[in-house]
T-cell receptor, first 109, second 115 residues
Framework: QQPVQSPQAVILREGEDAVINCSSS?????VHWYRQKHGEAPVFLMI?????EQKGHDKISASFNEKKQQSSLYLTASQLSYSGTYFC??????????FGAGTILRVKS | DTAVSQTPKYLVTQMGNDKSIKCEQN?????MYWYKQDSKKFLKIMFS???????INETVPNRFSPKSPDKAHLNLHINSLELGDSAVYFC??????????????FGEGSRLTVL
């Protein structure tokens, strides 16, 4: 069963912050975040493991709440280059990475 | 030098035809995948191979047949194409077992349009 992402879409101005949420009805051992720019392949951002620390990637960071089975991706002081679709993924049996429906992020100047 | 490469990048074909997409990775990874991305951008796993062995086989019509001649290659053959097969097909690879600790490397995608 795929994780649920929210919001479906968000529009920001440069410099604004955004939060993208990912939740699952199943127990999570890891959450993976990817970004896909228009017309390109998804690119790995980070992985959060159960019991691990909050991760960061430039001004993009993420947290993982195992008890709530949720992860959040934080984009700080957004740049035009942050525009794209963000996917969270959760691991299922057999090393199967199942992605959420994606959150479209558009940063305007 | 491209890490995961797919060919062709674009296919336009008629319903009922058969087509193949090829994928090669030069990363030395053991595991390769096929994902389908539909018009709503939903990324759905179809198949996974680990060192030429089929590991994941989702509920995909049996018109889709993957083949892995060696661990660096994973091809996808589709018979009797239907309109609903129109999508972008992504190949990806990862180190063995690293879906749990690392990343998937995706190819650029192959956009299939069935008319």
């Amino acid at each position: 069963q795929q994780p649920v992402q929210s919001p479906q879409a968000v529009i920001l101005r440069e410099g604004e912050d955004a939060v993208i949420n990912c939740s699952s009805s199943k127990a999570l051992y890891s959450v993976h975040w990817y970004r896909q720019k228009h017309g390109e392949a998804p690119v790995f951002l980070m992985i959060l493991l159960k019991g691990g620390e909050q991760k960061g990637h430039d001004k993009i960071s993420a947290s993982f709440n195992e008890k709530k089975q949720q992860s959040s991706l934080y984009l700080t002081a957004s740049q035009l280059s942050y525009s794209g679709t963000y996917f969270c993924g959760t691991l299922e049996y057999g090393n199967k990475l199942v992605f959420g429906a994606g959150t479209i992020l558009r940063v305007k100047s | 030098d491209t890490a995961v490469s797919q060919t062709p990048k674009y296919l336009v074909t008629q319903m009922g035809n058969d087509k193949s997409i090829k994928c090669e990775q030069n990363l030395g990874h053991d595991t390769m995948y096929w994902y389908k991305q539909d018009s709503k951008k939903f990324l759905k796993i179809m198949f996974s191979y680990n060192n030429k062995e089929l590991i994941i086989n989702e509920t995909v019509p049996n018109r889709f047949s993957p083949k892995s001649p060696d661990k660096a290659h994973l091809n996808l053959h589709i018979n009797s194409l239907e309109l609903g097969d129109s999508a972008v097909y992504f190949c990806a690879s990862s180190r063995r077992g690293s879906a749990n600790t690392g990343e998937l490397f995706f190819g650029e995608g192959s956009r299939l349009t069935v008319l």
